[in-house]
């Protein structure tokens, strides 16, 4: 079976094709996997930067998102069957660092982690959203726009951005976005209601950031009683302070799938890599400017 590993921090990620095929056990699925993403988690990953916060199981399978169809399912499994489409992603941590989707066949819980696919959307885009798209939930959660509320997004052209621009826009928020100047016909079509200069100093004050870049938060930027989010766990401290935290429970998924599928959210993929170039879409989420989601192709 063919997967893109790391086999160990002493040697850069690889693609293998001599890999066991994994089976099914009880109430598991086996997946074939067709497409999946790009996260900044993976780059962390093949990186060596969580080797000192969590146990690594060798060979280390990259990548988090999935969409695929069922192949195989387990005894007991009542929820699907063979020939099912579905998305989900794995987490980093389960609880080492190993299971990835970077790979042709996995296999996951029948209760967990996946959901079945969102109806209107091809495998490539369900590939690319679930765990950019569940995090952009969680902060729609926490930072609650409203229609009286000016909200300021830190990165809205990545994939955590892009969808919570939608999310903000579609609940009658103010969206407010530092971008390039090359940026701004895709953010306007996201929803970003004012765009500033990126290279220039923030003079603003807002009721409400989402931070998806910044390693301290940005509390000179809120009025009073303002709300901040931040994936990176640069939320600080308090209350109002929300350091998000993406779970792959099916209720999340369906949750998303049901937006995905009425169009409140759009998945754009600005660039898809075969598996056997999944090395070079870990190079561009650092070295390319991004406009959504950096997609790979499994199978």
Known sequence: MRAFTLDSFESPPRLRDDLPEPTAAEGELLIRVHASSVNPVDAA???GVLKEMAEHDFPVTLGRDLAGVVERVG????RYQIGDEVYGFLP?????VHEGSWAELITVPEFNFVAPKPRNLDLAEAGAAPLAGITALAARDVLEPTSDKTILVIGATGGVGSFFVQLASAAGAHVVAPALPEDEGYLRDL????I???DADLDITVDAILDVVSYAPR???LNEGGRLASPLGAAGDGP???????QPTPENLQRLGELLDDRTLRVHLQ???LLAHAAEALQALSNVHKQGKLGVEIA
């Open 240 to 246: 109002l302070r929300f350091n998000l935290v993406a």
């Open 271 to 273: 660039r898809n890599y």
């Open 92 to 96: 980093a941590v389960n609880p080492t």
């Open 196 to 198: 500033l200069d990126r």
């Open 191 to 194: 929803g970003t209601s004012e």
């Open 75 to 78: 005894r007991d499994v009542s």
């Open 219 to 221: 509390d000179e930027l």
């Open 45 to 47: 990953i093949a990186g």
